[in-house]
């Protein structure tokens, strides 16, 4: 089954512990991105990856980091969280070649940074 | 001002109603256009990709209009399942392929 699949799906955890929340998908597709969903505000992006070892800040980067060592993975890593980056997170991944492909979303992680 | 804006609703509608709305883009530059519902805080997935030409999908049909800069869609025949929140999305090639979101219009179907 195509999917792109999040963990975890739910933390909660304290200001200033590193944490990585990790996206995986199953389509080999090439372009991969993080969003941050929060009422009021719609999805942003924060970081997209068009190819391995090719990544660029989106709307809301600061804070975050990404990495893309393989086509499959783009982990989403918070070096030190804080407050206002709790929020509700989806990874999503899609071909690149054409802008009218679908986008194709993980089922989300809820993170909540006290 | 947001790039993609929608009406954030909700639309309440009775059953079996027609209901139509309508997203409003910033960017001429903007090249696909599509249509994504979200349920309840979970992922989005796309309902329809929006043509030039306009398309219909079963009870949903998706306008463009490029002179005015919107979309729109509407649902024909509500169904109770149908109530979900309808994000307008745009790309730009230009823009690494970039999916801009709108806010969502939540949609209310009722008995």
């Known amino acids: 089954e195509a999917q792109v699949t999040q963990n975890p799906r739910y933390l909660i955890t304290v200001t200033g512990k590193k944490l990585t929340v990790t996206c995986s998908q199953n389509m080999n597709h090439e372009y991969m991105s993080w969003y941050r969903q929060d009422p009021g505000l719609g999805l942003r992006q924060i970081y997209y990856?068009?190819?391995?070892?090719?990544?660029d800040k989106g709307d809301v980067p600061e804070g975050y980091k990404v990495s893309r060592k393989e086509k499959r993975n783009f982990p989403l890593i918070l070096e030190s969280p804080s407050p206002n980056q709790t929020s509700l997170y989806f990874c999503?991944?899609?071909?690149?070649?054409?802008?009218?492909?679908?986008?194709?979303f993980g089922q989300g992680t809820r993170l909540t940074v006290v | 001002r947001k790039e993609v804006e929608q009406d954030p609703g909700p639309f309440n509608v009775p059953e079996g109603a027609t209901v139509a709305f309508n997203c409003t883009y910033s960017n001429s530059a903007s090249q696909s256009f599509f249509w994504y519902r979200q349920d309840c805080r979970k992922e989005p997935k796309l309902l329809m990709s929006?043509?030039?030409s306009g398309n219909e999908d079963g009870r949903f049909t998706a306008q463009l209009n490029r002179a005015s800069q919107y979309i729109s869609l509407l649902i024909r025949d509500s169904k109770l399942s149908d109530s979900a929140t309808y994000l307008c999305?745009?790309?730009?090639?230009?823009?690494?392929?970039?999916?801009?979101f709108g806010g969502g219009t939540r949609v209310l179907v009722k008995p």
């Open positions: 999503a991944s899609k071909v690149r070649g054409s802008s009218n492909t679908e986008a194709f």
């Open positions: 929006v043509y030039s």
């Open positions: 990856s068009m190819n391995v070892e090719v990544t």
């Open positions: 999305v745009v790309n730009r090639v230009a823009a690494g392929n970039k999916l801009t």
